[in-house]
């Protein structure tokens, strides 16, 4: 197995992904091959972009504990 294919089998975590910068960051993981795993709080046309491009989003507040709970 060669480096590049190797690179796309990893995943990737980008919290906050509907922030600019969280946006841009998965969106570039996604190009170079790697499968990008995300969270966000409230949904938005970035999200839906990302979703559209194969990353895995998932809605989730990190703000307390019983909001990581409800995740895991």
């Known amino acids: 197995m060669t480096s590049k ?3 796309k089998e990893v995943s990737k975590l980008s919290p906050a992904a509907a922030q600019r ?17 995300v969270s966000y709080r409230e949904h938005s046309p970035g ?7 194969g990353a895995h989003c998932t809605k989730a507040d990190f703000t307390s504990l019983a909001d990581i709970a409800r995740v895991c």
């Open 5 to 7: 294919q190797q690179q």
């Open 21 to 37: 910068a969280g946006i841009h960051r998965a969106d570039q993981l996604l190009q170079q091959g790697c499968q990008a795993v």
């Open 47 to 53: 999200i839906a972009a990302l979703y559209r491009l």
